[in-house]
């Protein structure tokens, strides 16, 4: 079975950093582009950031770009979120998803992990 | 980077269709057929049930379906079931290699 497990969130300052990661199982990491997927308190969803299977290619939303950083072990199958600079708009749950083999760019995701909360704020 | 526009709520008795759209521009939409739509049930992941507009993954009924005219993608679902009741999301590919969601549509079956 696929699977996507968040970790890495929690409580930081204005200003902090944090660095999330996903592990996964059940597919052939490096065959599939990868994403983060956030979702503030009562708002929907927002998409990060993604990196294509070798991780050398890789795309941020204009509201973290140059504060985040999103990059990828494949021997590990994990994912990673560096996310620095962080504001107190940056507060929500982080979700990995892969991007499917079938949609140009894996623009399309099929599978999504649970989540790993972060909460930015003194 | 705008989010794309969708309706708060939209409702339907069972065995209705309802029709739920997802308003971008010529950046997003207008410019690729790479609409995705997710279901999304509370405390569960979304599941992606529409991609490349129209196209269905395997295992997802026939009654959802998918359509895009211009700037717009509509998502439709016909026959419906108390069980579809859920948070709808749309999201598109777009010119600046990004993807963008809309804010969500929850669908209440009455």
Redesign the interface.
Known sequence: DVQLVESGGGLVQPGGSLRLSCVVSGFTFSGHWMHWVRRAPGRGLVWVSRVNGGGGSTHYADSVKGRFTISRDNAKNTLYLQMNSLRAEDTAIYYCARGTEYTYGGSALDYWGQGTPVTVSS | ?S?LTQPASVSGSPGQSITVSCTGTGSDIGS?N?V?W?QEHPGK??K?II??VNKR?SGVSTRFSGSKSGNTASLTISGLLPEDEADY?C???TL?????????TRLTVL
């Open positions: 980077q989010a690729y790479l995705s997710y992941a979304p992606l991609y490349d993954p999301h999201s598109s590919y600046s290699s990004t993807v963008v969601f809309g804010g969500g």
